[in-house]
C-alpha cells in the first residue's frame, strides 16, 4: 500500500512539475511559449517582454498585430537591429509567424524582437507577474502571464545601459 501512495505521490509530482514548467498559453494555431520580462534597472521607465517562441502550428500564415498590458503607458512590438556600429530599435506594426514554424522572441534573439512596456507604472521585480494581451490577426486574441525574472544577458550593465538609453 506505501509502494501504491509513493507511486502515486510521485506521479502526481512530475505531472505538477509539468504543468508549472510548461507555461505556455494557445490561441487557435499559435501557441506563446514561456512569457517573461526582465527585472527593471534602478529609475527605469521601460521595460521589456520576451518568448520562448511563437509557434504556429496552422497551415497558413499568421501574424502578432498588437500588444497591450496594464503595466505600462505603451507597449509595443519591437526590434532592435544594428546599422553599422549602432543598435537601432524600432516599432513594427507585426511579426510574421510562418505555417508550420516557430520564430524565436526570446531576449538576445538574431532578429531582435520584443515587446517595449513603455512608462511602466511600477518596477518589475523578481518574481511579478502580470497579464499581458496578444492579438493574432488570424488566430485571435490571448491573454498571457508574463513572469518577472532575471535572465543571464540581462546581468551585463552595458547591455541595461543601451536598453535604457532608448526614447521615443
Do not use: C
Request: charge should be positive; charged fraction near 25%; proline fraction near 4%.
Amino acid at each position: 500500500m506505501k509502494k501504491i501512495f509513493a507511486s502515486y505521490s510521485l506521479l502526481l509530482l512530475i505531472s505538477m512539475a509539468q504543468t508549472v514548467m510548461a507555461h505556455d498559453f494557445k490561441v487557435g494555431s499559435i501557441t506563446v511559449d514561456h512569457p517573461y520580462a526582465a527585472v527593471s534597472m534602478a529609475g527605469s521607465k521601460n521595460g521589456a517582454v520576451y518568448f520562448k517562441g511563437l509557434k504556429n502550428t496552422g497551415k497558413e500564415i499568421d501574424q502578432l498585430i498588437s500588444v497591450k498590458s496594464k503595466i505600462a503607458d505603451k507597449t509595443e512590438i519591437h526590434e532592435m537591429k544594428m546599422d553599422g556600429d549602432v543598435m537601432k530599435m524600432r516599432a513594427l506594426s507585426s511579426i510574421d509567424i510562418p505555417a508550420g514554424s516557430v520564430v524565436s522572441v526570446i531576449k538576445g534573439n538574431p532578429n531582435g524582437y520584443h515587446v517595449m512596456l513603455l512608462g511602466l507604472k511600477k518596477p518589475l521585480k523578481e518574481g511579478d507577474k502580470f497579464p499581458l494581451w496578444l492579438r493574432f490577426k488570424k488566430a485571435g486574441e490571448v491573454e498571457v502571464e508574463v513572469l518577472v525574472k532575471t535572465p543571464e544577458a540581462a546581468k551585463a550593465p552595458e547591455a541595461a545601459v543601451k536598453h535604457e538609453e532608448h526614447k521615443h
